[in-house]
């Protein structure tokens, strides 16, 4: 019988080339929390699932398809361990290993549960991601930011969207930068209360970022003209899908930022950008992961 209040904390240590699918294999499992570490040349991934919704031999499973992941991506095979926590230990633990983190020039991002000290010259991103994707640890988050520090400009009174808003933190980032609005969706409702509070938590007012749940169509029905700027911080297949629908979204010569995306399949973004009517500006590398910075074409 589960004991109440009690946890399975997943450990994957891995090679950094499997983290995007380690996350996705965690979050698909339905774990409700997660956090990276560096160790040497390798990552370890923790993830935290309720003991009632899972038993041992589902968690095997779930480490047969990691070492699967790795064979597919030819990387040496996780270790994968498994242990029984308590509540009060899981709500410690992962939180232990996120500390304020430095991103780009301009920002410093700061758990919620952390007094933030004197960030200098850094705008304080303040952050408690719930089940929500973003914490800026991650490659795909950093290269985001970085790629708005040289996006938004303050004297233009930018409008942007988010798609796939997250924990809200490309959006956060966007109006600390100095936007006049973003609209986030995300078409997770739990994603998008994660996304509310952390706007909250960074004293945002909700007028200057909407934040609700859906995808495209919602988006099309919140703005009332094309933004300057499109945000996108999912998976290249999706980024893929979904790019047709991007240009009636922004204004012509606006721009957007596009992550999520392997080292491997950036070629297959390139040209889609190409062939949907947008010019890659810029495209930045770290690790295993890549950014677009793209700017729609004038119509003919």
């Keep these: 019988m589960a004991v109440a209040n009690s946890w399975w904390e997943i450990r994957i240590l891995c090679h950094p080339s499997l983290e995007e699918t380690a996350f996705w294999r965690l979050e698909k499992f339905g774990c409700v929390g997660t956090s990276t570490e560096k160790k040497a040349h390798s990552l370890l991934i923790r993830g935290y699932l309720p003991q009632e919704k899972a038993e041992i031999l589902d968690l095997a499973a779930l480490a047969l398809w990691c070492e699967q992941d790795a064979l597919l991506l030819q990387v040496p095979k996780p270790r994968f361990h498994w242990q029984l926590i308590d509540e009060e230990d899981?709500?410690?633990?992962?939180?232990?290993?996120?500390?304020?983190?430095?991103?780009?020039?301009?920002?410093?991002?700061?758990?919620?549960?952390?007094?933030?000290?004197?960030?200098g010259d850094r705008l304080i991103l303040r952050l408690d991601p719930g089940v929500a994707f973003g914490t800026g640890t991650h490659a795909t988050t950093q290269l985001c930011l970085e790629s708005l520090e040289m996006r938004v400009d303050p004297d233009k009174n930018q409008v942007l969207a988010d798609l796939g808003c997250g924990s809200g933190i490309l959006?956060?980032?966007a109006i600390l930068l100095g936007a006049a609005k973003v609209y986030g969706v995300d078409n997770d409702p739990l994603t998008v209360d994660s996304a509310r509070h952390n706007r909250h938590l960074n004293q945002i007012h909700p007028d200057n970022l909407v934040i609700n749940e859906g995808s495209v169509p919602e988006l099309e029905q919140l703005i009332a003209e094309p933004v300057d700027g499109i945000i996108c911080n999912i998976l290249a297949d999706v980024i893929v899908d979904l790019l047709p629908q991007f240009t009636p979204l922004v204004k012509p010569q606006g721009w957007a930022i596009l992550s999520g995306i392997m080292v491997e399949q950036s070629q297959a973004i390139a040209d889609a950008l190409e062939q949907n009517g947008w010019t890659v500006v810029a495209i930045w590398k770290r690790q295993e992961w890549c950014c677009f910075q793209a700017r729609r074409e004038e119509s003919d």
């Design 90 to 119: 899981w709500s410690i633990s992962w939180k232990e290993h996120w500390q304020p983190t430095p991103v780009g020039d301009r920002f410093i991002i700061y758990p919620a549960w952390i007094d933030p000290l004197d960030p």
């Design 171 to 173: 959006g956060i980032g």
